[in-house]
């Protein structure tokens, strides 16, 4: 099986030292009285090597090192020991572990309420951030109820009319371009949307706000993909701020997956990277606004990765000389894997996700911190 390498220059002091500093960036702060914000990012695909990478490949101190509050989560559904994003992400909204490919209901296709459906109608804003298409496994879940990931014209019918406050990801043709010639677009318009299919514009804080900017998914950072997840999730933040009420935000970074499914490692440390930086930005955010609890995880690992000896070939002899400064990463599959999956968490209620326990009991570890505020 061939694998595929990437190496870095690593100075292995830099990462002696790296190891010896403080970890503490998140305080613990007195309780308030507001109810508590909650931003929960999916890093779809990520598995520990992945988060590995950042600290391996990175160019500067990797945010992930900034949480104090680590767990893992037993990522399978009922139907495969190898999950897929739908079901896992069905696990975080609903609470309820899920056949593989099920987006929003239960083992028996019941339709089951999200958190973000249960937060909305407690009165909360609400908001989905996506690199690939709204309507694919990850954000449907949150919002969608249908037997089948591959609903994609089903499920946009269904965010049309979600009122979900902050939308921002890729997936145009689902609303435009349509088999029953349905304009979803006209009917976000209806329901008090400012809608931009063609940029991350400035979000109106007197209206819902829709930035559905490609046909399908968004270029990954090796297409030349901006700073989209940063700069989408700075904006929906403000959004919510300006209209001084709690919220419950979604953000995903879509792409980590897509670069372990094609063994591009490349691929997925530059993905890696833009989550990282995403999760910097956003943690700055936290602790300014100490009412708010972060939660960062993934549905599942992908590829198979590892990260290991780095060689040198004699083009002239075949030997193989191990270089000691440098990393090589690996791939065993293009597939997902059944790998334990880190959370990270900070803020308020952070100490909720300590240990080890199912994906489905990130749902409720949420609730539970917000009851703790009440």
Known sequence: MKNYLISASVAISALVMQGCGTTQNIKQQTQSDEPLNVILMIGDGMGIPQVSSAFYFGDQRSNFE????????????????????AAGATAFSTGEKTYKRAIGVSNDTIPQETILEKLKAEGYQTGLISLTSITHATPASFYAHVKDRDMHEEIAAQLAVAD??????????????????????QTLLNRNYNLDTLALSKAKPDMRNAFIIEDEGLPSKTEGRGDFLKDASLQALSYFDSNNKPFFLMIEGSYIDWGGHAKDAEMMIQEVADFDQTIGAVLDYVEAHPNTLLVITADHETGGASIGKYYEVDEETGKKTEVPEKVAVYFITDQHSGELIPVFAAGKGADHFKGIYQNSAIYHKILNAIKAKK
């Not at 949480?67 to 999950?83: D, P, Q, V």
């Not at 979900?164 to 349905?182: L, T, Y």
């Open 66 to 85: 900034r949480f104090e509050t680590i767990g893992l989560h037993k990522s399978y559904s009922t139907s495969h020991l190898i999950t897929d994003s």
């Open 164 to 185: 979900i406050d902050f939308i921002a990801g890729g997936g145009r043709k689902f609303f435009d371009q349509r088999s029953d010639d349905q304009d979803l677009f």
